[in-house]
C-alpha cells in the first residue's frame, strides 16, 4: 500500500495489536486508510485511534448494503493530524440484527451523527444515553430515507403524532422561555428553549432539522457531473467549499488531480469565500451589541468582496464556478490584478475597521468574557473552525491536510484559549489578515495551463473522501460510486452539525439578551445541519 509514512506506522501498530482481528486493510489514497473490522472491536479501536494514536472521531456514518452483502456498514472517520491522514473503519451490521453499540459515552461529539444513523437507517442504537429522533422528528412516520428501498418520490402521509417533549427543568424561580422555531430575519427555523432562574441562563436545548432537503438521498439520483450543483446548495454562504469538497472527492475516486491552475483558483476562491463571511460575522457580531457604525463599516468592505467575486466568476456566492476536474473559468491578467487591489483595499479597511472596534470600550465590555467555551468543553464536543480556535483546537485542513494550493502557501493559524465571543471574532480578523496573505502568494506563484481535467465515467465502486476548511471549519464529503457514473452514497458533513452543541454550553450562566451575540459568533447554518 501506497500510504504516507505516519499512516503507514498507525497500520503497523493496529496490525500488531489487533493482529487477524483486523479483517482488511486498504489504502485508495495515500492519506486514506480503510480499515475492515467486526463490530465487537468498535469500542477497541476507537481507544487505539483516539488515546494511543493522537486521532479524533470526525465523523460516524452508515450506507446501506444489504442488497449485495445483507448488511449495513458504519464508518467511522478518524482524522490524524499529526500524520496527515484519514484512517476510516468500517464494520458490519446485519441486516437481521440492526443493532450498533453507541460511542457517545466515551467521545460525546458523535452524539448527533449516531442518531442520524438510527433515524435515517434504522439501525438501533445500544446504551445510547439519548436515543430519542433527532434527524426526524417525533411526528414523522416510521420511514428510514437513506435505505436503499426507499423510493425517492415516496409521497409520505400527513404528519400525526407526538411532539417533542423539551426536558423540564425543576426548582424555585425556573421558567422556560422559547425561542423559534421561526425567527425573524431570512434565516431557517431552530427551536431554542431557555430554562432560566432570575436572568442567567441554566439550560438550552435545542432543536434543529425542521427543513431536512434529503440532499444524500438526492446525490444517488443525479449524473455525477449534476452533483456539483446539488452541493453547491447544501449551505448557501459556503457553496464553494462545499461543492470542492464534493468534487475533491468524485475526483480521487477517479484517480484524477485537477490542473495546477485549477487547484490555485480554487484556492482563490475558497479564500475569497472566507473574506466575505468573516468581514460579514465581524459586522453583525458588532450590530447585536448595537455598534452599528461597525457594521457599517463591515458591510462596506463585504459588498467590496462581493462585487470583485462577481467580476471574477459572473456570482457574488462564487456559484457555477466549480466543476469536476478543476474550474468553469479562468481569471486573466486584469483580473489577477484586480483581486490584489482588493486585497491591498481591504486590509487598510480591515485594519480601520479593527481600530474603531478597540477604540470603543462599550463592545468590549459585551463581548470580553462572553458565551465562554472552554478548551476542555471544545475538545469534548470535538469543536472544529473558528470556535474550536477560538477555544484551543489547533485543527485546520489547509494546514494539517494541505489540499489544492494550499501546500505551496505559508500562513499562521490563530489559536486562543479564552473561548469567548470577543476571541471568536479575533479568530475571524487575523485569519482575514491570513487570508490576504494567501492570495497574495498564489498569485504571485499562479502557474500556467489548463484550469479542467476531463474526467470521463468514473468507475463503480470506488470510495473516497473529499474535505476543505471552508470559512466555518472542516467540510466532508465521503463519496461511492456506482455503475452509470452515479453514486451509491454520498455523505456530507457540515462543520455546524458538529458545533450547534457548543451553543448550548457556551450560554450557561450568561443572560438571555447575550444569547443573539452569542449565537452570531457561531454563526451556525440550519441549512447545513439539515441538508
Not at 456570482?315 to 473559468?329: E, K, P, S
Not at 455523505?491 to 450547534?500: A, F, I
Request: proline share 6%; net charge negative.
Amino acid at each position: 500500500m501506497n500510504l504516507l509514512p505516519g499512516l503507514q506506522t498507525v497500520l503497523d501498530e493496529v496490525t500488531l495489536r489487533f493482529g487477524a482481528r483486523i479483517e482488511h486493510a486498504h489504502a485508495p489514497q495515500p492519506n486514506e486508510l480503510y480499515l475492515h473490522a467486526r463490530l465487537d472491536l468498535v469500542a477497541a479501536l476507537c481507544s487505539e485511534l483516539c488515546e494511543r494514536q493522537g486521532g479524533r472521531l470526525a465523523g460516524v456514518f452508515a450506507e446501506d448494503a444489504r442488497a449485495e452483502r445483507h448488511v449495513y456498514f458504519v464508518y467511522y472517520l478518524y482524522a490524524l493530524d499529526a500524520a496527515h491522514g484519514f484512517v476510516l473503519v468500517r464494520v458490519p451490521v446485519s441486516e437481521d440484527k440492526p443493532e450498533l453499540p453507541a460511542l457517545t459515552n466515551a467521545v460525546h461529539a458523535v452524539n448527533w451523527q449516531e442518531r442520524e444513523i438510527q433515524d435515517v437507517f434504522g439501525v438501533r442504537l445500544v446504551d445510547h444515553p439519548n436515543p430519542r429522533r433527532c434527524v426526524l422528528h417525533d411526528d414523522w412516520p416510521a420511514v428510514h430515507p437513506l435505505r436503499r428501498d426507499f423510493d425517492l418520490a415516496t409521497k409520505l402521509p400527513p404528519f400525526a403524532g407526538p411532539r417533542h417533549q423539551f426536558r423540564e427543568v425543576e426548582g424555585e424561580g425556573v421558567f422556560q422561555v422559547p425561542v423559534g422555531p421561526v425567527h425573524a430575519g431570512i434565516i431557517e427555523p431552530g427551536h431554542f428553549l431557555f430554562s432560566v432562574a432570575g436572568e442567567p441562563v441554566l439550560y438550552l436545548q435545542l432543536r434543529m432539522f425542521y427543513t431536512h432537503k434529503g440532499v444524500e438521498k438526492l446525490f444517488e439520483s443525479l449524473p455525477l457531473p449534476h452533483g456539483v450543483r446539488l452541493a453547491e446548495s447544501i449551505s448557501g454562504d459556503s457553496g464553494f467549499a462545499h461543492a470542492t469538497a464534493f468534487c475533491h472527492a468524485v475526483e480521487r475516486a477517479a484517480n484524477v488531480e485537477a490542473p495546477p491552475r485549477a487547484r490555485a483558483l480554487r484556492t482563490l476562491c475558497l479564500e475569497l469565500e472566507r473574506l466575505y463571511n468573516h468581514v460579514g460575522d465581524i459586522g453583525a457580531i458588532c450590530t447585536d451589541v448595537a455598534f452599528v457604525t461597525a457594521h457599517m463599516h463591515a458591510m462596506r468592505l463585504k459588498e467590496r468582496v462581493l462585487r470583485v467575486n462577481e467580476h471574477l466568476t459572473g456570482n457574488r456566492l462564487l456559484r457555477g464556478m466549480a466543476c469536476l476536474g478543476g474550474v468553469r473559468f479562468d481569471f486573466d491578467a486584469g483580473q489577477l490584478r484586480a483581486l490584489v487591489a482588493l486585497v491591498d483595499e481591504l486590509e487598510g479597511g480591515l485594519k480601520d475597521l479593527v481600530e474603531l472596534i478597540r477604540g470603543n470600550s462599550g463592545t468590549r465590555d459585551r463581548l470580553e468574557t462572553t458565551g465562554v467555551l472552554t478548551p476542555e468543553v471544545a475538545r469534548d464536543l470535538g469543536i472544529v473552525g473558528v470556535a474550536g480556535r477560538a477555544s484551543g483546537v489547533d485543527h485546520d485542513l489547509r494546514r494539517d491536510f494541505p489540499h489544492d494550493f494550499y501546500d505551496q502557501t505559508e500562513f499562521a493559524v490563530p489559536v486562543f484559549t479564552e473561548g469567548d465571543v470577543q476571541r471568536r471574532m479575533v479568530v475571524r480578523r487575523e485569519e482575514l489578515f491570513q487570508s490576504f496573505r494567501i492570495i497574495r502568494q498564489v498569485v504571485d506563484k499562479m502557474p500556467g495551463g489548463l484550469i479542467h481535467t476531463a474526467l470521463g465515467d468514473v468507475p463503480p465502486d470506488r470510495v473516497a473522501l473529499g474535505y476543505v476548511e471552508g470559512f466555518r471549519g472542516e467540510i466532508l464529503h465521503w463519496v461511492h460510486t456506482a455503475p452509470g457514473n452515479r453514486l451509491a452514497r454520498c455523505k456530507v458533513k457540515d462543520p455546524s452539525l458538529q458545533n450547534w452543541p457548543a451553543l448550548s454550553e457556551a450560554i450557561l450562566g450568561n443572560i438571555i439578551p447575550d444569547f443573539p451575540v452569542v449565537n452570531k459568533s457561531f454563526n451556525l447554518s440550519y441549512s447545513g445541519t439539515d441538508r
